[in-house]
């Protein structure tokens, strides 16, 4: 097949062109594309912003999560989805009419075994069987695991894209190129070197915001576990982050942890723990739990998440064999209420500052 037959074939596969035109509704003359701020966001923006922007596109993003969003994705997404899902359902709403394209990739995998989640490959199609008029969708595919895809799939994806706007295939491998520089820079800057690591659990530095001070702080380390489109949107997860650290609490995120001590705990398991994501959390979870080097886990479960019901078993499974370090595992849905949430951390942070002062004083 020829360069230009290839991109064809991908191009009539990544854009949906039986939905409705827009685009008159647009002032702007440039072309816009919605990224909604939702799931696969959290993970890549940087990557699919900077693409987009170096080839001239305007990229919308949907505001944050707040309660209209909220409201809109309960009552647009299928009730059986996660919770993570829904949201993303409100978000393509709040998009819907301000843009001329919606950039929902279908992405199974960056892992030769490993997988994302199953969810983020059908996204696409079912918005599009469900919601006809949403504007015109670019839904590249992208799975190392199972199709095999590498850098040449990732080029054949960003030239087709690019023909989409009439860009030039050099265009778009440059912002190509460009995207994935910010991007890698993004990632390092999260995710912390064991050195960092180190220096965190020597109270040398913080890895967020510094813990609010009261009286009765004693310097508590807590790590916050559970997926970043979680723990990052501050509405949905009902600003737990800030919370703890309003309460005097010192916090890493599972989203931060060294990847190296993530897949050096994951040999430790007798089978291979293939869902990507899931492996961040409970390798965080473990590792704290056999070094006892923090004060308390808060594992946060997304209500009707598949991988998680597995990662949430297992981390309370080794808690049980490793009780020292107690772990709080919240499930959050729509219905979670900030005011429940609230009270159970704070019978948490209780229980964990008496247990450190039992310790420290003998
Ligand atoms: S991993 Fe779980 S929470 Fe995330 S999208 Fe999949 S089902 Fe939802």
Known sequence: ????????EIQNNITDLNSTDKKSKLSDSLPKVGIPRALLYYKFYPLFKTFF???GIKVVVSPPTNKEIKK?????????D???TKLYYGHVMYLKDKVDYLFIPRFQSEHKTNIGCPKFMGLAEALRSMYPDLPKMIMPTFSQAKLG???????RIAISIGKLFDKSPISSLRALRTAFRVYFHWKQDKWLTIR???????????????PKQDSSTTNLKIALVGHS??????????NIKKQLINAGVNVITSEQFPRELIEKQMETLDFNMYFDYERELLGTAMHFLEEKSIDGIIHIIIFSCGPDSIAGEMVSRFSTRNPTVPVLQLTFDELTGEAGLRTRLEAFIDMVKRKKKVEETG
Do not use: R
């Open 196 to 210: 960092e690591f180190s220096d965190w659990k020597q109270n040398k530095i913080f890895v967020n915001d510094a």
């Open 229 to 238: 489109y979680m723990i990052n949107d501050p509405y949905a997860s009902l």
């Open 72 to 80: 809109i994705a309960i009552t647009t997404a299928p009730d059986e």
């Open 1 to 8: 097949m020829t360069l230009n037959g290839s991109i064809n």
């Open 149 to 155: 895809h590498g850098k040449w799939e990732l080029v």
């Open 53 to 55: 922007e170096e080839l």
């Open 82 to 84: 996660c919770y993570s």
